[in-house]
């Protein structure tokens, strides 16, 4: 590439007086809310409900779930066969709301109280993984669904 070209090829990336970083910079600050939301919700949707699937076989929570629950997850507080239904459900049923964005930040904070325990009682050492799937659903809590979603749907009709 010629200089000439080189210099159109910048001056094509920055905005009149800017620089190239400032351009770039202002261009991804207009990436839609709704885009990163669906990105997010659909990410850690489905690293929730891979691990629902491993939980059952059919619709019946699997012998191994139990075993896993009695003797490597050990969550204080529940028996463990209520705990392995529990982490069952909620990890098929939170997944998908988050994917329909059908009451999204209540199936986020569902999923962020699962991750917190799983943090600190199951696996405390791997909390570089849960601190980003805590950003996700800290996200999307904290910004909605956005609007590709039935809750913005939903709220839209609801005004009229």
Same mark, same amino acid.
């Given at each position: 590439?010629?200089?000439?070209? &080189?210099?159109? =090829? +910048?001056? /094509?990336?920055?905005?009149?007086?800017?620089?190239? !970083?400032?351009?770039?910079?202002? *261009? @991804? $600050?207009?990436?839609?809310?709704?885009?990163?939301?669906?990105?997010?919700?659909?990410?850690?949707?489905?690293?929730?409900?891979?691990?629902?699937?491993?939980?059952?076989?059919?619709?019946?929570?699997?012998?191994?779930?139990?075993?896993?629950?009695?003797?490597?997850?050990?969550?204080?507080?529940?028996?463990?066969?209520?705990? &392995?239904?529990? =982490? +069952?459900? /909620?990890?098929?049923?939170?997944?998908?709301?988050? !994917?329909?964005?059908?009451?999204? *930040? @209540? $199936?986020?904070?569902?999923?962020?109280?699962?991750?917190?325990?799983?943090?600190?009682?199951?696996?405390?050492?791997?909390?570089?993984?849960?601190?980003?799937?805590?950003?996700?659903?800290?996200?999307?809590?904290?910004?909605?669904?956005?609007?590709?979603?039935?809750?913005?749907?939903?709220?839209?009709?609801?005004?009229?």
């Amino acid at each position: 590439m010629n200089r000439s070209n &080189a210099q159109n =090829a +910048a001056s /094509a990336l920055t905005a009149p007086g800017g620089n190239p !970083v400032d351009s770039v910079l202002e *261009r @991804l $600050g207009r990436i839609p809310h709704s885009m990163i939301a669906l990105i997010a919700r659909i990410g850690i949707a489905a690293v929730f409900f891979e691990s629902a699937r491993t939980k059952v076989s059919g619709m019946t929570v699997t012998d191994n779930t139990f075993f896993l629950f009695k003797e490597e997850y050990k969550v204080p507080l529940l028996p463990p066969e209520l705990a &392995a239904y529990m =982490a +069952a459900y /909620a990890e098929h049923l939170f997944p998908l709301m988050l !994917v329909l964005g059908l009451g999204a *930040r @209540l $199936g986020a904070a569902g999923l962020l109280a699962m991750t917190l325990v799983i943090q600190i009682f199951v696996y405390p050492s791997a909390w570089e993984t849960h601190t980003v799937w805590a950003a996700s659903l800290i996200y999307i809590i904290a910004r909605g669904p956005g609007a590709l979603s039935l809750d913005h749907l939903i709220r839209n009709r609801a005004r009229g």
